[in-house]
């Protein structure tokens, strides 16, 4: 019938996934469609700009979904924790508790949970659409992208991101893929570094260390990477009695994966058919677990039969070395076995403050006491003490017409874990814009004297390019690469400026040193009990959710910024924020030692 007839529908283009910034995955002779922005490198512009290509909608651009999220991997992670232990305990002929083994390999098992999800779903969300044609799987060799230990993971390692897409790819066979020759490169093989050359004087505190570290006591406290000044650590070990000592890990053992093995290892089957994540993660961690718990764990077992360390110490601290430091992870999950008890210090900001925080729940979990700068919630462990890393510390340290400093982090391109952080490229680009939305604001006597602080090796390794950014947007801004001390730009200036959630604005308040900071609620979500004293500094001018706003105020108290510092109603709101967040007590010798003198959660029968 006229008007009715059938019509021949327009061809849709079909487009070749693109999982890497890898080119030898691209086509530049079909349409390409991104698993994400971190395929388009913001220093390789030139090879993607105009392009007839696309990107698909980061997930956890969706911050409900990822607070969601988080909940489910946690689930995932402890059920796989569980069939881990009892794998490795089987093929090792041990018969560790759930404890050891969390202590051990939980920090390499929950970020590799994380990654691995993050991995996944984009891939599922690129099989939702319907104009993917195909894809390019390169083939590296799947025995150099198994790391050696924890420090051997890299999420920024484009070949391994790669071959977790690949996986995740086959394993949905969701696309038709081609196989594009791979090379040998051996990224992810080892953590190692080169020795450096050892001068005389460095021979002769090894030559003292190794002396003291054969007089060992039994029952001492064992202290490693504490944070603590050295001396505020000699002092705290003769009020305990003994000779002072600064310990030392030797790096883990550095294994070659053995495929054969892998091929047969495998953890218990789950009754989670229903899941197809669960099935792929359990069939993942036989591929992927570092050497150091499979192969290596021999070896590891002797590193720890050579050491000095005491054989039962009467407590173990440290507020460092509970991830990427497998030889202490060892030897302190064995102590805890016999009842000693493990303290870890909080190491940092963002703790008790951020609403996800993956690292806590790991770090709460393990230890008998989990010492925080002056927070507490429910949990048994928590214990509020003090902010360790600011003991000896001068207070109220700047210049009244010094320099304005604003300290950043770069941002990974890709996701790293669940954390309540910006996520991935478009969040870290979202970031760095808010800073140079800040800089823009300011008026120019400020902006004259502005100094960005960011660690331009980490910007250059994370492909994040802030630095280049920043030049070109703003050239004449002193960058400071943060090769030198933070404690020198602090004495050089009037204002510290912090544009993230983490240690230093902390530290800086603590210390009474002038401090403004901003950041994006949206994507540095504040746990609910926190939120209310961020108010308070929000209410004096000092905490910011707006980077404009923040600019505006510099710019309002820059020719005095001690007078509008000092006035009460900003000393007060410093004072009651530092009370929870970043405690000051008289006589931290004391309180320390109280902190240390406990029973271990196995001796009280927990």
Known sequence: MEGNESRPMAATKRRLL??????????????????????????ERERWEGLDAEVIPYHWDDRDKFRADYAYLQACYEAALANLATALNAHHGTQHGLRYWRILLGPWLYLFTHVLFDRWTMVAKAAER????????INDPGDELIPRDLRGMSPDDLGWNHFLYACAIREQGCLTWEE???ESRGLMQTSA?????VGAGE?????IRAFLDRLVLPGEAFFLNTGLPRSFSARLQLKLGQIPKFWRSPPPPQVAPDMALRGVFELPAENVTDDPFRVFLRKMIPLQIPTVYLEGYPALMEVLRCLPWPKRPRV?????????????QAWAAARTQEGVPLVIGQHGGFYGVGEVVAGEDHQVEISDRFLTWGWRDARPSIYPLFALTNLD?????????GDLLLVTVPIRMVSFKNSSWPVAANQSQAFLSDQLAFAEALDAPARKQLVLRIHQRTDEKLRSAYVPQWRATFPKVEVDPSVTPIEQRLQSSRLFVYTYNSTGFLETLARNIPTVMFWNPGQWELRAEARPLFKVLADAGIFFEDPVAAARHVNAVWHDVVSWWLQPQIQHAVQAFCAQYARSVADPERELLAALTFESRLAAGK
């Open 18 to 43: 693109v999982t890497t910034s890898d080119q030898r995955s691209w086509r530049r002779d079909q349409p390409l469609l991104f698993i994400g922005n971190w395929c388009r490198l913001p220093d």
């Open 130 to 137: 319907d104009d993917v044609d195909s894809t390019l799987l």
């Open 180 to 182: 594009v020759a791979g």
């Open 193 to 197: 570094t080169a020795d450096a050359p």
């Open 203 to 207: 021979t002769l505190r090894k030559a």
């Open 316 to 328: 173990i601290f440290t507020s460092n070395s509970f991830q990427f430091d497998e030889v202490f």
């Open 393 to 401: 510390r001068k207070q109220g340290v700047g210049k009244p017409d």
